[in-house]
């Protein structure tokens, strides 16, 4: 499971707060309804052009299903507007719902000042194309399991590591990618920390499309 802890940085912190803040107002009772030609189901919200999704929030358990509600009420949905996504709770969903947004054919698109963290950033690689806005922020740190194990403390060849690189595969990576990135990811903070990816890395492995 990959959250994020103990953020270093202050203004990332004060962002997430506020809109944790906001977010927290909208109870899960919220999904299907109708916000002026918008369709919201929890943290994605249909636009009124019905190709469009603006994401906003923690990747959960739930996320699975309102994802594929979403797309059962709405086909024609193209492409994914990335907000303020700091991670995933449960890294099994975050891969299902991921997997289902390429086997969609879905681009995913970081808005302007928008901030993707942790289990954001794989969900953002699973677009078919995938763009950005200005000012962004993606960050990157390793996992870390129920009993406080990270991804780091396991050798490099055990099977702990399968899940996350297999991921990578079943979005559309070849295998020598996947696995480069997964440990440099691991390798680039501890779970309770988060490195911000330089432009260099983003360039490195093609996160932008």
Not at 2 to 9: D, G, L, Q, V
Not at 70 to 91: F, K, R
Not at 95 to 113: A, S
Not at 132 to 152: F, L, P, Y
């Amino acid at each position: 499971m990959k959250t994020i802890h103990n953020i270093a940085s202050k203004s990332f912190a004060i962002i997430l707060l506020t809109f944790f803040l906001f977010t927290s107002c909208n109870s899960d009772d919220d999904a299907n309804q109708d916000f002026s030609s918008t369709f919201t189901f929890d943290i994605f919200t249909v636009q009124p052009d019905e190709q469009t999704v603006v994401m906003n929030g923690e990747i959960k358990s739930r996320t699975l299903q309102d994802f594929t509600n979403m797309l059962q009420g709405h086909p024609n949905i193209q492409l994914v507007h990335m907000e303020v996504v700091p991670g995933s709770n449960d890294d099994e969903i975050n891969f299902q719902v991921g997997v289902m947004l390429r086997q969609n054919n879905i681009n995913t698109h970081i808005l302007d000042n928008g901030i993707i963290a942790s289990g954001g950033v794989d969900f953002f690689l699973a677009g078919v194309q995938r763009t950005r806005g200005e000012n962004t922020m993606i960050g990157v740190h390793s996992w870390s399991d129920s009993d406080g194990n990270q991804a780091t403390d396991f050798p490099v060849d055990s099977s702990e590591h399968l899940p996350n690189i297999q991921y990578y595969e079943n979005v559309g990576y070849n295998a020598q990618w996947s696995k480069d990135f997964y440990f440099f990811t691991i390798n680039a903070a501890p779970a309770d920390d988060i490195h911000w990816m330089t432009e260099e890395e983003i360039a490195q492995f093609d996160i932008i499309s």
